[in-house]
């Protein structure tokens, strides 16, 4: 028989499930509605609704990159346990390459991209319902480039780095992959000087010159001779937020910048730490387990 789009609709609406999940149960069930919602809480398909309200800050951020295409992505889950699965990092991989192919500009429309018989909100749906825990993508970068990309991600995925390098001169490809662990070990904030806004200099420079005025050291001091004392002081601050001055975290006897020795320049780069912001769950996992097997 025929099943109409507002059926289909009208089914996902009801189970938030996937629409051709909605779609198959409708025809094996012949039309019927009420059958059609039975033969997906069989298949555990439309349980995955019941999970959208629960906190999910677990997870792994996964990268893939293709050509002068990046991706950077991070899913979320609700335990530990979930995260560290070959079938949730086959689902991290999974939308990951559906980013470089489609170069999504935000969630909805990455949501919207065809994957296998469906979209990827399907696919997350369903696995979902899969996995038997809530599955959410959090956030994306792509990045485009006629330049060098690297990707690098730290602990199985709990720390995920994108770099761009550009003028990359050949053979540089072990220097652009150190550059990438310096930004996952060391957290720097902004390429270079240049970057820093200026807002953000001035109120570090506050900052010192207070530090200063305080410490009895320098109580006879005029103000105008701390201020060119904190002007020296923004060169440890620079040596901090910035990559390329920061010490290189294999050899602290360079810095980032002496390391590349002009073999590229690093345009830009993204850094994220998994579940950063997210709040996390206070449960215990594994009595939660526990109890489950108590049912």
Known sequence: MEITAKEVANLRGITGAGLMDCKRALIEANGNVDEAIKILREAGIAKAVKKQGRIAAEGVVGAYVEGG???????????????????????????????????????????????????????????????????????????????????????????????????????????????????????????CESEVPADRIEKEKEIMLVQMQNDPKNANKPKDILEKIVLGKLSKFYGEVCLVKQPFVKDDSLTVEKYIAGKFKVARFTRWEMGEGLEKRNDDFAAEVAAQMKK
């Open 69 to 191: 295409v990046g991706a950077l992505v991070e899913i979320n889950c609700e335990s530990d346990f979930v995260s560290k699965g070959d079938k949730f990092h086959a689902i991290v991989d999974n939308v990951a390459k559906v980013i470089v192919k489609n170069q999504p500009k935000d969630l909805d429309a990455l949501n919207a991209c065809k994957f296998e018989d469906g979209t990827i909100a399907d696919y997350i749906t369903s696995q979902t319902a899969t996995i038997g825990e809530k599955i959410s993508i959090r956030r994306f970068e792509v990045y485009k480039t006629n330049g060098k990309l690297e990707a690098y991600l730290h602990m199985s995925g709990k720390i995920g780095v994108m770099v761009e390098a550009v003028d990359f001169s050949a053979g540089a490809e072990a220097v652009l992959h150190d550059v990438a662990l310096q930004i996952a070990a060391n957290k720097p904030e902004f390429v």
